[in-house]
């Protein structure tokens, strides 16, 4: 993989940093500090995803229906198109289409009908990212699910996600019987990290003040002593909370203790597109105040 990134520069010193490999971001800074987690030992040849970020999770979330397909879906694991950025560009679009790559993996069948575009754009104190999808068949409707999956760098055993209380979320650390997550209830406004956790919480965007439904986004604050970043998520219902509590191959040591996942998405269930339809779904990050 060619170590090829696009950069974008804010009139206030913000910066943003994408490789074209997976549409990852792969650095976001304001005030001079970055804002995301990146593993030191990162795979960055294109042979796996980047561990940290913002890897986009698609068309599918966790395992695949076939096991020659990639957990969490080949768009964080193919290398994107973009139109070059000029001096002054806050934003960039990045598109993928069903490269040879991502049909060798569905052979003998055919991969799903998808023309997808990513638009990063660049704040002062925020970053968003637009994930858009249009089925490109022409008879066909075409289903999936979508995420993006924050590591949003915070010392782990500190923070607190909120508002996320009183929702079912499914807890992927225990399965039941049937291998399946197990559902349970969040008794509490807000959920702290402070062992290994993978929650899926179901519909949050109901959660906020005056929504109409789970069309509606999130908007919610990842907080800890010293800092906070708002996540805001337009027509992505669901949020999951992720941390390993412990090293991974391309994540070694105790680097775990330097972020947590909290990622808007809509993985439970899946997304309906006729042919022809575009849909659309982002998130806004926002530094909180005097960071
Ligand atoms: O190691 P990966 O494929 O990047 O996935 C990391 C984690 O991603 C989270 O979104 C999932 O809920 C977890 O189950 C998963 O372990």
Redesign the pocket.
Known sequence: MSSELIVLHHPSGSTVDILPYGATVVSWKTAGQERLFVSKDAIRDGSK?V?GGI?I?FPW??AASQPQLP??GFARSSVWSYAPVKDGDVSVTLTLEPTELIQSLYKPSTPPPFHLSLVVTLGEFDLSTELQVRNTSASESFEFQG?F?NYIRAPVDQIRVSPLGYLTYFD?TVLTEDKQPTPRIHDQDEVQVKKFT?S?YENAAKVKEGAQGPQDGWHGKVTWPGGSISVDSANLKDI?V?N?YAE?GDMKGEQWRDFV?C?PGHVRGFVKIAPGETWAGSQKLTVGNAQ
């Open positions: 995803p561990r890897p999770v979330f966790g957990q969490h995420l999956h992927k993978d899926v999951v992720w390993p991974l996942c990622e």
